[in-house]
């Protein structure tokens, strides 16, 4: 199936300057002071508002931004050297923004000036003005488009023409986003099916497979370059016998594995890092996470394509602390790892685990007609009937990301909740089934995660009390 149009609102180039003659009571945040800082505040819809600073010009400067080109590709490349906030919006929210004309959705930027620099300026500091950006949404998952591109004035005097009001020069604009969706059919200890959405359309494109994974597997996630690997962490530690006294005071060898139709394996989470309570304590702490690997068939074994490390956060926050590397394709020579994603998500309320790169990098030219065959489980330019995970060169290795842009995200349910992770994938990040399959394992990760780091004076559901028994020296 195709995939599901999105649309990303992106807003950036956040610059404020003030008039010369500026009024006594805004002289304590003029640019001539060191101390003074302004931020902002990003709202939108239900969407959590987004917060930072902004920096601050004098008005004799070149102001040549103003004069930009609102043509969307000429701008694209410095509104993502300053980002300020990303909104993403589904095929379904963008019809209800359309239907009411789009006058009724506007993104609200609220600036905030800090004379003392010691505040976000958000709680003791001078509301300097606030702007109203109407979107209009008509056709905007099939083309991108510049929705504002110019200074602005703000604050009380704005309505004068004499200059004497603060201004703010901010670009808006919005692109397709198209994106694959994946629905887990259960949850994940319970070895469900993954169906492909889109719209009211499901179609099962992969099975998944929890169980146990013994000492003896020991070898999973290396081959014999990887034992030569310059990392300095033990991805894969072996038990010992001693190790099944503590078989109450800890949580390993978890695994899933993704499934073709056809039934080949096509991408496996596997629980490397035992999830241990810290001493004196009956939680994961951060300085002693678990850990997955995320794992991609190649060559007739399997090849380490990430780490997921997961804990529970200290002090009175009720959240699960996560962090997620990617191996570069050199790992077995050099061991190096980017980390992508580092984030916490409420262990009550549950959220979102995310991965976007729109922060550092252009967004990647995508096509809202890409489209996938997740059936064939054939790579493209594999030989016909190679069939998955059995046609795996060196030379098609995955490289750590295809572009930046938006990347993944998966929900996760908060602790005692159903949960039935949704996944959803930028479409440059998938080129075949495996790719796909990758992330739906790392969601499965991150949603055994949240077990995982459940309390120790907390009981499991039974279908995680099993690995005392399955384990065998």
Known sequence: MDPCPFVRILVGNLALRFPVSTK????????????????????????????GSIPVVHSKEDNSSSSSSRNPESCNASLQKSLAACFSLSKSEMDKIVLKGGSSYKLSIEVYADPDGSTCGLASGKLLGKVLVPLDLHGAESRPSVVHNRWIDIGQNRSNKNGSSPQLFLTVRTEPDPRFVFQFGGEPE?????????????????????????????????RSSLAESKASRNWVPSMKKSDKDQSSKERKGWSMTVHDLSGSPV??????????????????????????????????????????EAWRESGFTDALGYRFDLFHDDIAATGATTTVSSSTLSTKLGGKFTMDMTTNVSTPSISPQSSCDFGSGSRPGSRPGSGSGSDFGFGLSPSPLRGGGFVMSSTVEGVGKCSKPEVEVGVQNVTCTEDAAAFVALAAAMDLSMDACLSFSQKLRKELRQQTQNFVD
């Open 190 to 222: 319970c070895s469900p099916q993954v169906f492909q959405v889109q719209g009211n359309l499901k179609q099962a494109v992969f099975t998944c497979k929890f169980g146990f994974r013994s000492s003896s597997d020991r070898n999973l996630g290396s």
């Open 24 to 51: 006594p009571s805004l002289s304590r945040i003029h640019p001539s002071s060191s101390t003074s800082s302004c931020f902002f505040k990003i709202k939108f819809k239900n969407f959590p508002h987004q917060v």
């Open 267 to 308: 991408a496996m989470a596997s629980m490397v890092t035992p999830f241990v309570p810290s001493p004196g304590s009956d939680k994961v702490s951060r300085s002693n996470p678990g850990a997955w690997l995320i794992l991609r068939p190649e060559c007739g074994t399997w090849r380490p394509w990430g780490r997921l």
